[in-house]
């Protein structure tokens, strides 16, 4: 077992994400001093392919779903555990040092019209396995005050990347794409954030399915087809586009079930690079249609999470956006793989701090809450 708190305050706070994508957790360890805060270092564990297949099927209605649950519920919890120890062996960091673990877990069903969300990866076991104090369970205090409970990162970049002067777009692809609107402090206007739609997600299942492959290396499959108007058009008028803000989505809702239904419409079948190419112009005109939709005063837009290495996704974004700069973050100082991680252990701090970690004209929340549960790993002694 893990050496224990010495008691000392500590200002380094872990952060651990798997995303829509469930292809591994992105762990960062953040040291923060006031309103400073410096990136220690970062890793990534791959999610094992029988653990990504259970996943997969967890977030869609099956059989038995409850004990798959909460197998799967240890089996996340004892990966993110290893995300730990692999992350403070890398940077020779000491657990006492940890302060605690702010814990995304990994969401399974995303369900803001019932006003609830599950996401798993239990966190007394992390806090167990680690010996550090966990916080877990960030979305639902906001669902609670009537909330999406998504996107919740739009917090953090508010805190970290709204400027003086310029009106940004913070736009993270994970496996669904969500948009922070960020206008200038000098504007004083509000910030917005919302899910568009989907990001890597679509474009994931089906190289699966149709190549067996976990994603598609740079765009380059999609830039073999072409896209099929017939299918895109029935593809960008589903009503979650039309939806106004404040609103959320997941895998349960754009998978591919939901493509299906679509080809099966279709009176000519388009090849399977066709359908990966159309799936990757859902994405870039779904993104580009939400950032003009909310304003039309954008100076420049950075880019975040694993859409980033989609090489002709994000020329073809730059392509819809012209002559407006997109970049990543990286030009803003943070590694764009890393950034929902390093959220999370902000979001830890708050929570720790009795802060607010919600952004209420985001997610629809009656106001601000402290997000996230304490889950302690050692019994402190009485005096």
């Not at 200038?184 to 994931?204: A, E, K, R």
């Not at 002709?312 to 012209?322: A, G, W, Y």
Request: net charge negative; glycine share 10%; with cysteine.
């Amino acid at each position: 077992m893990a050496a224990r708190s010495s008691g000392k305050p500590s200002h380094i706070y872990l952060g651990l994400m798997s995303g829509t994508s469930m292809d591994g957790v992105d762990a960062a360890a953040v040291e923060f001093s006031g309103e400073d805060y410096k990136v220690l270092g970062s890793s990534h564990l791959e999610l094992p392919a029988d653990l990504a297949k259970q996943l997969y099927q967890l977030c869609l209605p099956g059989k038995n779903e409850i004990e798959a649950m909460a197998e799967a519920d240890i089996k996340v919890a004892k990966l993110f555990s290893k995300a730990v120890d692999k992350l403070l062996s890398k940077l020779n960091l000491s657990r006492n040092r940890v302060a605690a673990i702010g814990s995304h877990g990994q969401t399974i069903r995303h369900l803001p019209e019932l006003g609830t969300t599950i996401q798993i990866g239990d966190p007394n076991v992390i806090a167990h396995e680690t010996g550090i104090l966990t916080v877990a369970d960030f979305r639902r205090a906001d669902m609670a005050a009537g909330g999406q409970g998504a996107p919740l990162v739009p917090a953090f970049h508010k805190k970290i990347f709204q400027d003086e002067a310029e009106h940004r777009v913070i736009l993270n692809i994970g496996g669904i794409a969500n948009i922070t609107q960020l206008p200038s402090l000098q504007s004083n206007g509000t910030v917005i954030g919302y899910d568009t739609g989907p990001g890597n997600g679509l474009m994931n299942m089906w190289a699966q399915q149709q190549l067996n492959r976990a994603f598609d290396e740079g765009g380059r499959w999609a830039a073999s087809g072409q896209n099929n108007s017939a299918l895109f058009e029935l593809c960008i008028t589903d009503p979650y586009f039309d939806k106004t803000a404040p609103k959320s989505t997941g895998r349960e809702y754009f998978n591919l079930d939901w493509l299906g239904l679509r080809l099966n419409r279709l009176s000519l079948a388009p090849s399977p690079e066709d359908v990966q190419a159309t799936l990757l112009e859902l994405t870039a005109r779904s993104i580009t249609d939400a950032i003009f939709k909310t304003t039309e005063a954008v100076d420049a837009v950075y880019v975040c999470g694993g859409g980033v290495h989609n090489t002709h996704l994000m020329d073809r974004i730059r392509e819809l956006m012209r002559p407006i700069k997109v970049a990543t973050t990286q030009e803003l100082g943070v590694d764009p793989d890393y950034i929902e991680a390093i959220a999370f252990a902000w979001l830890a701090k708050q929570c720790l701090k009795g802060l607010a970690g919600n952004l209420p004209e985001v997610t629809g929340a009656s106001g601000e809450k402290v997000l996230g549960s304490i889950y302690q790993a050692t019994v402190k002694q009485s005096p």
